[in-house]
């Protein structure tokens, strides 16, 4: 395994006012963005409005399983969506409403609109971005990319259009195993990006042939294994749900690995009634709503060995609320736009992603996508 380490651009959470070398963000203002909570008598009127407006504009709801419990339940209650950002992919594409609304972070918005170009996608808050596609820039990432010239590009979906046009595939958590997989027996080295821990927990369950940009999501990378052991001990029934984007010595830990619709799977599915959750801590309204009869905590991003302030929830996830979804329907405003030219070939490595799980869903054969396994 090869490791690239001159690439890493560092996003900090909630140190503002420090000077750090490689900063290119912080998270002081996404905080400051976060929407205070209705009153029941507002969170009532915004829903209703809501409801109202997607009926009148031909819209239709897609939130991840992160954002604030309102807009997962709201999003279900008008025949919307509450998924992993694979299946918000699929959904978008292949709903009949001319305008989607977003409830997520930006890249979710503009893969909505790379694969549905003709439809209107709005979002809550066009500010909502994300550590990993904050940390790889495509200027440095076309260089890296350069540099590896052998090797086919793999992305995950967190990342930019502009870093999605440059790769020959896309995945998310619950599909790169398997594109992954299929690469490997086709012979074909990788270079992935962006997250580092999802790609090494990747390069160990296959054995790729693999290089990484070093990026990290500022949430799952500060799930910490010690307090995790002790938080084991004190719950020595619970089994441990680890998201792959966290830490290797967290992930060693646990009894379950997988994205967020694998982590909802293996809740419902393990003999267990106690459940302790490493990924952000929207996944808890879905896991406690769908297992009411089970417990489930946190794992702990705090402690001995803590040097973070996450509390395990993306700042820019918690940007998304009602207000601010009553608004776009209105308005239009938050219109998703992203480059015409850059769409073609942004989405071929999407359709590849959506193609390839499609196969496998359906139980069909994936060896007729293997001309397509490398570089465009």
Known sequence: ??????????????????????????????????????????????????????????????????????????????????????????????????????????????????????????????????????GCPIDEFSAFCDQHPDRTVVVYANTSAAVKARADWLVTSSCALDIVSALKAAGQKILWAPDRHLGAYIQRETGADMVFWNGACIVHD??????????????????????????????????????????LKAAREMDATEFIVATDNGMMHKLRTLNPGKTFYEAPTAGNSATCKSCAHCPWMAMNGLADVARVLETGANAVHVDPALIPRARQPIDRMLAFTAALKNGQPTGALLPHLGAA
């Open 1 to 134: 395994m090869s490791t690239a380490t001159l690439h890493r651009i560092d996003v900090e959470y909630e140190q503002p006012d420090e000077a750090t070398s490689g900063s290119v963000c912080s998270t002081k203002h996404a905080w400051a963005r976060v929407p205070p909570e209705p009153s029941q008598a507002e969170r009532a009127a915004l829903k209703d409005k809501i409801r109202r407006l997607l009926k009148e504009k031909n819209a239709v709801m897609a939130s991840h399983y992160y954002v604030h419990p309102d807009l997962q339940d709201l999003a279900e209650e008008t025949g919307g969506l509450v998924s992993d950002s694979l299946e918000m992919a699929r959904f978008g594409r292949d709903h009949a409403a001319q305008t989607l609304v977003v409830s997520g972070v930006r890249f979710m918005g503009e893969t909505a609109k790379i694969l549905s170009p003709e439809k209107t996608v709005l979002m809550p808050d066009l500010d909502a971005t994300c550590s990993l596609d904050l």
């Open 222 to 263: 500060e799930f910490k294994a010690l307090e995790l052991e002790l938080l084991k001990q004190q719950h020595p029934h619970a089994k441990v749900l680890v998201h792959p984007e966290s830490p290797a010595d967290v992930v060693a830990l646990a009894d379950a690995v997988g994205s967020t619709s694998a982590i």
